[in-house]
Nanobody
Framework: VQLQASGGGLVQTGDSLTISCQMS????????VGWFRQAPGKEREFVAA????????FYGDSVKGRFTITRDGAKNAGFLQMNNLKPEDTAVYLC??????????????????WGQGTLVTVSS
């Protein structure tokens, strides 16, 4: 299984951006998909996750109401739509996959595969 995150870039405060996580080697429907982020000098932070059945989503408190996670079986990819971006959202965003994941989706240690990350920079 390989994950390729893409779509990051430089945006302004209040802008929207959607980043993608393309899976290859397996069908994404067998995996929960999670997004984590890491800013310079800070610990990795849980952002959002969707369980492998696709019926439940979870969000970190700092992004709740602004970010939306989805997964598309036809495209074999996961997406993170980010609205009303703030400078504190600046980070490398990492996508991850968790085989048949249905519990503890906020915990990075549960994920089996990780992508390389995509940088999102929000200017003030």
């Amino acid at each position: 299984v390989q994950l390729q995150a893409s779509g990051g870039g430089l945006v302004q405060t209040g802008d929207s951006l959607t980043i993608s996580c393309q899976m290859s080697g397996r069908a994404i429907g067998n995996y929960a998909v999670g997004w984590f982020r890491q800013a310079p000098g800070k610990e990795r932070e849980f952002v959002a996750a969707i369980n492998f059945l696709g019926g439940r989503t979870f969000y970190g408190d700092s992004v709740k109401g602004r970010f939306t996670i989805t997964r598309d079986g036809a495209k074999n990819a996961g997406f993170l739509q980010m609205n009303n971006l703030k400078p504190e959202d600046t980070a490398v965003y990492l996508c991850a996959a968790y085989t048949s994941g249905n519990y503890y989706l906020t915990q990075a240690r549960m994920y089996d595969y990780w992508g390389q990350g995509t940088l999102v920079t929000v200017s003030s």
